[in-house]
């Protein structure tokens, strides 16, 4: 059976695998130094501790080889044997083995010996026979074992007997080898120890393991969980529902991807908003359009109608005459600005710039709009900066605006009420300002009134003529003017209109 083995392919698994692979590396790094530590500390106590028994042994040994006591050397050998419980060997002055024994097998192998051979080198016995220690490890058939050899000393004191104290060569003689002592052990103690910590290391991994699984699993799962809810919530959105903002705070990245996630949620959600308004809008021009031209065609008509068949007598003829020509100049307003907007929105409208007195602008703008305003009983007011620069722009559209600006801000003032028009430059741009005292617009409705059609409470000044276009024409004109218009108004106080107009184009003339 062939098992293949996969990359994990979630996020999920790819973390949980390297949580695991991780901690089982650092695991075995461990145990491989720890058991290499552990060994090399056993072996040096074990080393040390048996090269003094060594030369205790050799002491003993000694005693008997120099009586030449084989007997002596046996009994010795066995009891030292015994105590430490390591296997002696006494090799005598011909560095031929004389005697062995190995507790482990409690007997003594004497005549194998021989066979068995020291277990020494030739260059080590030369070693030990020059009056030093040895100490290596011997790979037996089944254990390791350690092997430590002392050399036996002829003793000063029976140099002394021999030469005699105060004896001038004493010192410069040098200490007679006449023998050796080998114990060696089986490191079996030190292999089963490192096995013991081995299976401790093992253990401790698997648990280890364990534990990192559990961790990673939960950090995993804190990972994971808010991205599979942000593509759980894309798919939403993607499926139309923009009802999808996610509720999870966090300080770390995840939490900012999901504040970015719901930000532009709900810019699209307004986006979308914004596009079914102007879809409306768009759906709603022509409703609007034939709405505008039905009341004064039904108007004209009527009253053409009634005349023609003689139901208006010669007295209300000139009042009725003055309504059906204010209903036709009202329609070919209308169809004006229709056409005006229409050319603006498909870009097909071009300016007729050229240089424009500023002051003769608003003078011609101010004057046409007197009568409607004296007519109403409306102050109108003038205020002019004494020195106002000339502008480059299309004059009849500029009037355009102006008169706009004028004649709604009259229309939609009470009687006896104030409008007052005020000019002046700043920086770079010319600053005009419309201001009246009249019924204001609701603060929610100021955003929409340059839009086509627009009209503020269509309900309370029905009376009033306006088709809802004049703004949205002057806001495109002062616009491709490189302008801006914009609206300050309040209910019951009155509305300011401003339009800014750049001052660039006449300077760099
Ligand atoms: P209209 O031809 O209806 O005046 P406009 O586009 O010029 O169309 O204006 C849009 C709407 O903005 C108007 O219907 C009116 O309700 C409101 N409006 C414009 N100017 C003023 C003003 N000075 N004071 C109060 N309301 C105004």
Known sequence: MIIKLRKPRTL????????????????????????????????????????????????????????????????????????????????DHNRSPLYTFDPDLNESDDERGEGEGVGLEEREIEHIF???????????PV???????????YKEEHLEEDLGVGNDNYNQKEPEVIGAVTLSVPLRGVEETIAHISRLVLYSGVVGVAVAALFSFSLSKTLTRPIQKINHAALDMAAGNFECKIEEKRDDE???????????????????????????????????????????LASVRGYSELMLDGYINEKEKDNYLRIILDNSVHLSRLVDDLLTLSHLESGQLSLEKSLVSVEALVCWSFESVAPQGEAKGIELNLELESSLPVLYGDRY?????????????????????????????????LIMEVKDTGYGIPEEELQHIFERFYKVDKSRRRSEKGSGLGLAIARQLIELHGGQIEVASEIGKGSIFRVYLPLKDEKSL
């Open 12 to 91: 999920f698994g790819k973390l949980m695998l390297s949580h695991l692979v991780i901690v089982a590396v650092s695991l075995i790094i461990i145990g491989f130094f720890l058991t290499y530590l552990i060994e090399d500390y056993f072996f040096s106590a074990r080393e040390w501790e048996l090269a003094g028994q060594a030369q205790d042994a050799a002491y003993l040994v000694g005693e008997d080889l120099i009586e030449n006591d084989l007997a002596g050397v046996i009994k010795t050998a066995e009891t030292l044997a015994y105590s430490m419980n390591a296997k002696i060997r006494v090799l």
């Open 130 to 140: 020059k009056g030093n220690m040895l100490s290596k490890k011997v790979y037996g």
């Open 143 to 153: 254990l390791q074992r350690l092997l430590v050899a002392a050399p036996v000393i």
């Open 254 to 296: 995840i939490g900012s991807l999901i504040k970015t996630f719901n930000y532009s949620v709900e810019q699209v959600q307004k986006y979308l908003e914004e596009q079914k308004r102007l879809e409306m809008l768009r759906r709603n021009l022509v409703a609007n359009v034939s709405h505008e031209l039905k009341a004064p």
């Open 397 to 429: 559209r500029l009037h355009e605006v102006l008169v706009n600006l004028l004649e709604n801000a009259i229309k939609y003032t009470p009687d006896g009420g104030s409008v007052t028009l005020s000019v002046k430059a700043g920086d770079s741009k």
